[in-house]
């Protein structure tokens, strides 16, 4: 009934064992066409699970603008809106691909991608990379500005990258970064710059010795110091590939993916394959730059809360009890109160991950689609506030929970799978 496995214990352990033994490694960047086939013609890929552009919200749709601007399809925003309205653009969700998106998720042909391998499976995930704060395109903005700062990415930044890790022996070692940075206070979806200083650190030796210019090399690595946020992409990237590998057991009720499109929340369980499982989306709750309130906020949308289903982000809140109060909470307690409540619908503590604040226990490990159903208990999610006009951008930061249909519903057709219902 259960394949290889006597029982959905059984099959969630060896999800987790999977979960454990990832080696993540960062190996390249490369244009997103040449890893992603799809990415031909007028594509581009969105975060969560699948939408067409009349459904989207306004910051996705602002990012397909930006996307159009910098592809070239459209020379301003109304002839890329008419072309986006009468259907001249396929769209895929980022996780058909082995990619992830944060935000809108809204990446096109030349777009570079963070190439993660996961050595342990032989299997690669993909991620943009990160575009600073302010007005960008993974909010919805599409000025002159963002689309000029995604070209500098594309020739200057993705080039210097990609040449500095060639020299590597095999790429930088993911999980020994991330060790090091939740000591440091980053839970890596709402805070990252501890891990996003240490990324700097292994890469500025290979960046030296790159044949690309002075110049690019002192606003390559200025970016990289100025970009707080930078690492949030490889951990988004890390989490999709060693999660995509745990996905190869096929069976049990852990959860290996959660991503939502401003409409939707979905989930995907490990014994439900590609499967999504969606509910409406909710809006985050947090606190707003100046001059911005709850009523603009946009509902949730990104796929970063594959960082959530790994173990980070708001499930390790207490590694990193300087963001309670940026998203609108309180202080420590409140930190622990979050990852103790997180415990209650996972099966056990990733040891590679160990958390001080925490008694040295490790990050929460395999959140159990049947505990978040018993308890009534849903994942918590660190996330960033988009406003819900397009163009505007980020307009504050918060928390939200994913909804419990999603997991009601993939217990459902879990069961009916199995012939237990």
């Given at each position: 009934m259960y394949g290889p496995y006597q029982?959905?214990?059984?099959?969630?352990?060896?999800?987790?064992?999977?979960?454990?033994?990832?080696?993540?490694?960062?190996?390249?960047?490369?244009?997103?066409?040449?890893?992603?086939?799809?990415?031909?013609?007028?594509?581009?890929?969105?975060?969560?699970?699948?939408?067409?552009?009349?459904?989207?919200?306004?910051?996705?749709?602002?990012?397909?603008?930006?996307?159009?601007?910098?592809?070239g399809w459209a020379a301003n925003e109304e002839e890329a809106m008419t072309m986006l309205k009468q259907g001249e653009v396929t769209f895929i969700p980022c996780h058909h691909v082995k990619a992830v998106g944060p935000m809108g998720g809204i990446t096109s042909a030349n777009m570079p991608l963070l190439v993660v391998e996961n050595q342990t499976d032989g299997n690669r995930a993909y991620c943009t990379?990160?575009?600073?704060?302010?007005?960008?395109?993974?909010?919805?903005?599409?000025?002159?500005?963002?689309?000029?700062r995604l070209n500098w990415m594309r020739d200057v930044l993705a080039p210097t990258l990609s040449k500095a890790l060639s020299q590597t022996e095999n790429g930088l070692n993911i999980n020994v970064m991330l060790a090091k940075a939740i000591t440091?206070?980053?839970?890596?979806?709402?805070?990252?710059?501890?891990?996003?200083?240490?990324?700097?650190?292994?890469?500025?030796?290979y960046i030296l010795q790159t044949n690309a210019s002075e110049k690019d090399k002192f606003d390559v690595v200025k970016f990289l110091a100025d970009t707080d946020q930078f690492f949030l992409n490889i951990a988004m990237a890390t989490s999709k590939a060693v999660l995509d590998a745990a996905r190869t057991i096929e069976h049990g009720t852990v959860v290996t993916a959660m991503s939502r499109n401003g409409k939707n929340f979905g989930i995907r369980i490990s014994g439900m394959g590609d499967e999504w499982f969606t509910a409406p989306v909710n809006t985050p709750q947090g606190l707003f730059f100046t001059g911005?309130?709850?009523?603009?906020?946009?509902?949730?949308?990104?796929?970063?809360?594959?960082?959530?289903?790994?173990?980070?982000?708001?499930?390790?809140?207490?590694?990193?009890?300087?963001?309670?109060?940026?998203?609108?909470?309180?202080?420590?307690?409140?930190?622990?109160?979050?990852?103790?409540?997180?415990?209650?619908?996972c099966i056990g503590h990733n040891p590679n991950f160990t958390i001080p604040t925490w008694n040295f226990q490790g990050i929460c490990l395999g959140i159990d689609a049947r505990k978040v159903v018993e308890t009534g208990i849903t994942p918590v999610i660190n996330t960033g506030i988009a406003h819900k006009e397009p163009g505007v951008g980020q307009i504050g930061a918060g928390t939200v929970r994913a909804p419990l249909a999603c997991f009601e519903k993939a217990l459902e057709a879990y069961a009916q799978k199995l012939g237990l219902i």
């Open positions: 029982t959905i214990d059984e099959s969630n352990q060896a999800v987790i064992q999977k979960i454990v033994a990832g080696a993540p490694f960062l190996v390249d960047v490369v244009p997103a066409k040449s890893v992603v086939e799809q990415l031909n013609g007028r594509v581009l890929l969105h975060a969560g699970p699948p939408i067409e552009f009349e459904d989207m919200t306004g910051p996705m749709q602002g990012a397909c603008i930006g996307a159009s601007l910098f592809e990379m990160n575009e600073g704060i302010g007005k960008v395109l993974r909010f919805g903005a599409y000025s002159d500005e963002v689309v000029q440091m206070g980053d839970e890596f979806h709402q805070r990252n710059i501890a891990a996003s200083l240490v990324f700097l650190k292994e890469i500025s030796p911005y309130s709850q009523d603009m906020a946009n509902p949730d949308i990104g796929d970063s809360a594959i960082t959530e289903a790994f173990g980070v982000g708001g499930m390790a809140m207490v590694a990193a009890p300087g963001v309670t109060r940026f998203v609108g909470a309180g202080g420590f307690e409140d930190a622990l109160a979050t990852s103790n409540e997180m415990t209650e619908i």
